[in-house]
């Protein structure tokens, strides 16, 4: 902000008070409203709704940029969830710059403020090219009740449905994922953004009894397998782990608390939508398992878990670096 030239020069010798004062007064309301009018400017873009931004995007789109990256909702591209892939061949970083910062503002605007940073970051440095390499497509059509944007690349596939569909966390299957220094981490997962996300859960396990702990500890995970490895069945008993209606009230509450914490990387309409559709289909249905033949640095610190319920599935792959599926319904 530069200095009003007027009070840089001003010698009070030969004004007189009320010029003075009438100079400085103007000075200062000049220096006070330019940051106001940015604060005002930069809370509106703040306060912009990831789906309202959806839109604004689509609008736009030229006509070859909606020949690209523009489907019908049934497509079966937007239901498609993976580790490392990308949607369409369009690019971010090949956009409009305007249109590229409104992909920034719908992906921030899917996280939280403590974490928006963090996630951000973590895309960024995982793809060659920075978050400029993701790729994007859009579903339907404004204004049609059903529509949706999608963002994959390395480590990330976010949804933002434009117009609000009900019935499936986040607007479907999502993945994230992180190695910030090497494939093959290390047991303490060093700067992993979503490490937090199993030191968490292995707290739960260590307030389970022998019986429960040998019930929720078993060998070797489902894997990975594209969008299957968040198909869901449906089932209220008899999935992997132990079931949550065998806890005790206290670890039961240990384990909404869990749950809870680990959605904070996500805006908190999401977060809420998220445990809504999980306590529908019954709190007391979720099975919870870690995997001990996947333990990096064999310390009892489960690098692998998952959560599953009849219409949601949580997977945590934690070796050799962090891999994380999720997928939350109201029905399977």
Known sequence: MKTNPSLENFDCCE??????????????AVAAAAPLAGEALAAKKKTAQPETLVTQLYKSLNDKQRKAICFPWEHPLRNKVDNNWFITKSAVGDMKDDQADLVKQIFNGLHSDEYRKTVYDQVDGDASGGFGDCAIALFGKPGSGKFEFVLSGRHVTRRCDGDSLEGAAFGGPIFYGHSPKEFNEKPDHPDNAYWFQAKRPNEL??????????????????????????????????????????????????????????????????AEESMKL??????????????????????QTWDVWQVEGPAMLWYFRGKPHVHTWLHIRDKA
């Open 15 to 28: 004004q007189s008070r009320r010029e003075f004062l009438k100079a400085a007064g103007t000075g200062l």
């Open 205 to 270: 396990f260590k307030a389970l009894d022998g019986k429960q702990r040998k019930a929720a500890l078993l060998g070797t995970s489902r894997g990975e397998h594209g969008t299957s490895t968040v198909k869901l069945t449906g089932k209220k008993e008899g999935l992997p782990g132990l079931r949550t209606a065998d806890m005790s009230k206290d670890q039961q509450t240990l384990m909404r608390s869990v749950m809870k914490d680990m959605l904070a990387p996500f805006r908190r309409k999401d």
């Open 278 to 299: 999980i306590e529908k289909n019954g709190f007391e249905n979720l099975h919870i398992a870690f995997f001990k033949n996947e333990d990096i640095g064999k310390d």
